[in-house]
């Protein structure tokens, strides 16, 4: 085994399972939190926000081909929620505790985009450098020539519904429901 399929082994089964479930385990201190009382709603658009930002690189390398441009666009949209995860912090300090566990958490989410991004760099050198002028930059979008494994693709994407995008719409409906005064008719009685 070479030091590139280490590389993409690295990322496609620690990485990117780690990730989500860090995003689960932040889920679960929001909820142990109960932030529908303190920060509510505009955290939950938030969190989904980030959830958004993050989807977007993930996907592309899902299934385009590593180009320059695709590189660009996952270093854009790392910013971009680095920036929104300031702006959470920033938003949900004023108006809760954020335990330990949670910081620590936060941790983790910020770290794994960034890993998971050096390693596609460090798979894709030349089309990063191309970036700075070493090499003529590709800017194209286009399908994978050789896809990943569909049986992967598929419980990455099952994974990503259970773990991130159901449970963080559980929670801002959770939190618009405490706002409209309908928290009491939940079947758990929180």
């Not at 990730?19 to 932030?35: K, S």
């Not at 390398?61 to 590189?71: D, K, M, Q, R, W």
């Not at 971009?80 to 989410?109: C, F, G, K, N």
């Amino acid at each position: 085994m070479g030091p590139d399929e280490v590389l993409r082994g690295m990322l496609m089964y620690f990485v990117l399972p780690l990730w989500l479930a860090a995003g689960f385990a932040d889920y679960l201190c929001h909820r142990a939190a109960h932030i529908e009382k303190t920060s509510g709603w505009k955290e939950s658009i938030l969190h989904l926000l980030q959830f958004a930002e993050m989807a977007v690189p993930v996907l592309a390398a899902l299934f385009f081909e590593i180009t320059s441009g695709v590189i660009l666009l996952m270093i854009a949209f790392l910013i971009l929620h680095e920036a929104t995860a300031i702006w959470d912090v920033r938003y949900a300090s004023a108006m809760r505790e954020i335990l330990p566990a949670e910081q620590h958490v936060h941790s983790v989410l910020e770290m794994l985009p960034l890993t998971g991004l050096l390693l596609v760099i460090a798979l894709h050198w030349s089309a990063f450098t191309a970036l700075f002028g070493f090499g003529m930059p590709v800017f194209s979008f286009t399908l994978k020539q050789h896809p990943l494994p569909i049986p992967y693709i598929v419980t990455m994407l099952v994974l990503t519904a259970l773990l991130e995008v159901l449970p963080y719409m559980e929670e801002l409906i959770r939190g618009l429901h405490h706002r409209t005064g309908r928290h009491g008719n939940s079947p758990c009685g929180s």
